[in-house]
């Protein structure tokens, strides 16, 4: 039995999505949050050294990052479905936007994130100032113009194709709903990109999508 390692509010929700797209039977064990610091728990170590999710375990394999377990799930499950064939130019496109979501569209979004935790934490009245005035300048002059350069990439990419890999929905799309979901919570994704916003919007109306929302429980980025 496939069992996933499911940490609220993360990028283990889109595990779940692809289990459902698939139609495969596993089982959720679920993890919270610390509330203050919003890591996750130590128990999750128990499962992988890192103690981080998403994680799913099958038999006696560990499988721990998000596209290594969209790779495992799909050439062991997946029987042809949800990945071009191989040798084509969409089977190409499927591989980049795989390593792409995290190597890539991740990294400024996360970074953007801890500045504006900067900038909102608690801190001496001598300080504020010099860190709020750090962060933003940090945001404005880097964070925010990679953001931006980004999603302007991905708009242009869809104006191509209807789906990152091609005009077929694939598991790259399930790859990229995490960053995606993400820009749009806090990263300036919105009506002004309309062809991202239109991707959203396909993918939270997938059945599978809102079954995995079931299992999973509440998640923010779904909003």
Do not use: C
């Amino acid at each position: 039995m496939i069992v996933v390692h499911h940490l609220n509010n993360s990028r283990s929700q889109r595990v779940l999505w692809l289990l459902e797209e698939l139609g495969l039977e596993y089982e959720v064990k679920r993890y919270q949050r610390d509330p203050k610091t919003m890591l996750a728990p130590a128990s999750l170590k128990a499962v992988h050294p890192l103690g981080k999710s998403p994680v799913i375990t099958d038999g006696a394999n560990t499988i721990a990052e998000s596209g290594a377990i969209i790779d495992y799930l799909v050439e062991r499950y997946g029987n042809g479905r949800l990945v071009p064939a191989a040798g084509t130019p969409e089977k190409l496109r499927w591989t980049y936007w795989l390593h792409f979501a995290e190597g890539s569209a991740m990294p400024p979004l996360l970074l953007k994130l801890v500045f504006d935790k900067v900038e909102s934490s608690p801190m001496p009245f001598f300080v504020k100032p010099i860190a709020r005035g750090i962060a933003g300048k940090v945001k404005s002059s880097f964070i925010m113009p990679n953001i931006n350069s980004q999603l302007a990439y991905m708009e242009a990419e869809l104006e191509q194709t209807k789906w990152f890999a091609g005009n077929e929905f694939t598991a790259a799309d399930i790859q990229m709903s995490f960053p995606l979901e993400a820009a749009a919570s806090r990263g300036g994704l919105d009506a002004r990109l309309p062809k991202l916003t239109a991707f959203l919007q396909r993918i939270h109306a997938r059945p599978a999508y809102q079954r995995a929302l079931e299992r999973g429980g509440p998640y923010d980025f779904a909003k």
